[in-house]
């Protein structure tokens, strides 16, 4: 049995996945190479990912110019792009897939952010990408915005999967399980076999710290400074105790009698912003059974070198995490209004490297076609 601090912390019940993919990842075999090294089990993508990865050119000059060839505009190539490097990682991670019973050999795919907003789009464009990566083992991620939700119920009650991004605070994350929920009760009335349905409920950790940080370093106080570095960690393990209340309720205990699967927490944004903290914080402080860990490559490796494993740091500390909340708080910090400018903070990224990718595509095709 290998002793690797990935390993350990697969064995603790933490899924590793890559937020990472690119076209050179797969056919290069670095992909295959993380996922045979350093436990990765699962991949996620997301606007700023694609744009990175088109955008560096490595990889897709040849399906570009196949693309500008069949008449293909801007939009039409980077779904054919994206979709055909999420069908391929899929297949990577087919062998997992089947070993986990579907819970982790995961790759997913984001709508496109012009859609937060727009539940009806949300949704059309959830089951078009469903059907073009047309893998069991893909995932469509919905932002959990207002409108997102009801997205979200309809796509699972299709019987598709979904990773639920952009979850920032405790309540939106209450309202996302209640979605899920929901989505499932309506596939069995629906006669969808609801044990084929998997989800994530990605919730966000460094751009709290980030952002509720720069509040704290703004108050001056040493009870402020104090608490920096804090808050992440302890909204995280406050939306892990609300997924072990909400899926031990009775509605959800009733579904997973039927064959339904809890919808998993995912940690996403741990890469350590702030270098004054431990380049591991957001994986070693955050393990738990039961949850999904997606890390950018830096933080995996920094993970696989140096971290530490010491059993569950989330079950127990439940009440010191609320009294860190209470205590920014009563800094002056509202909790709410934080949450609400991350959200729309990240869809306006997403919105960024959307129209990023849009440009650099365009360019690309333009050159093909000369």
Request: proline share 3%; glycine share 8%.
């Amino acid at each position: 049995m290998t002793t690797t601090p990935t390993a350990e912390l697969s064995r603790a019940g933490v899924s590793i996945w890559l937020d990472d993919l690119s076209r050179n990842r797969i056919e290069s075999g670095e992909l295959a190479e993380l996922q045979a090294s350093h436990d990765v089990v699962g991949v996620t993508t997301n606007p700023t990912i694609f744009a990175g990865a088109i955008g560096g050119g490595i990889g897709y000059g040849e399906r570009i110019a196949a693309c500008a060839a069949r008449g293909l505009d801007t939009a039409a190539t980077i779904v054919e792009l994206t979709t055909a490097d999420v069908a391929d990682a899929c297949d990577l991670f087919a062998n997992v897939y089947a070993e986990s019973g579907g819970r982790d050999g995961r790759v997913s795919i984001e709508v496109e952010p012009g859609l937060a907003r727009d539940t009806a789009g949300t949704i059309a464009q959830a089951i078009d990408l469903w059907k073009r990566v047309n893998r069991p083992n893909a995932m469509i991620k919905i932002p959990a915005t207002v409108e997102g939700l009801e997205a979200i119920t309809a796509v699972i009650a299709a019987g598709i999967s979904v990773n639920v991004t952009l979850i920032f605070s405790l309540e939106r994350y209450r309202q996302v399980i209640n979605a899920y929920l929901t989505g499932l009760e309506q596939a069995r009335a629906a006669g969808i076999d609801i044990s084929q349905i998997h989800s994530v409920a990605s919730f966000f950790v460094s751009r709290v710290d980030t952002e509720i940080d720069a509040r704290l370093t703004a108050v001056g106080t040493p009870e402020a400074a104090a608490l920096t570095g804090q808050a992440g960690v302890a909204n995280a393990r406050l939306a892990y105790e609300v997924y072990t209340q909400a899926f031990g309720s009775e509605r959800a205990r009733h579904l997973r009698e039927l064959g339904a699967n809890p919808q998993r927490p995912l940690w996403a944004s741990t890469g350590v912003k702030n270098p004054a903290l431990p380049d591991t914080l957001y994986v070693s402080e955050l393990i738990a059974a039961d949850v999904v860990n997606t890390m950018p490559e830096a933080t995996l490796r920094a993970f696989a070198d140096h971290g530490v494993v010491r059993g569950d740091t989330i079950s127990s500390e439940f009440l010191e995490s609320n009294q860190v909340l209470n205590q920014i708080d009563g800094q002056g910090i509202d909790y709410v209004e934080v949450t609400t400018q991350l959200e729309r903070e990240g869809l306006e990224k997403f919105d960024a490297s959307w129209a990023e990718l849009c440009e650099t595509v365009a360019q690309a095709l333009e050159g093909a076609r000369a």
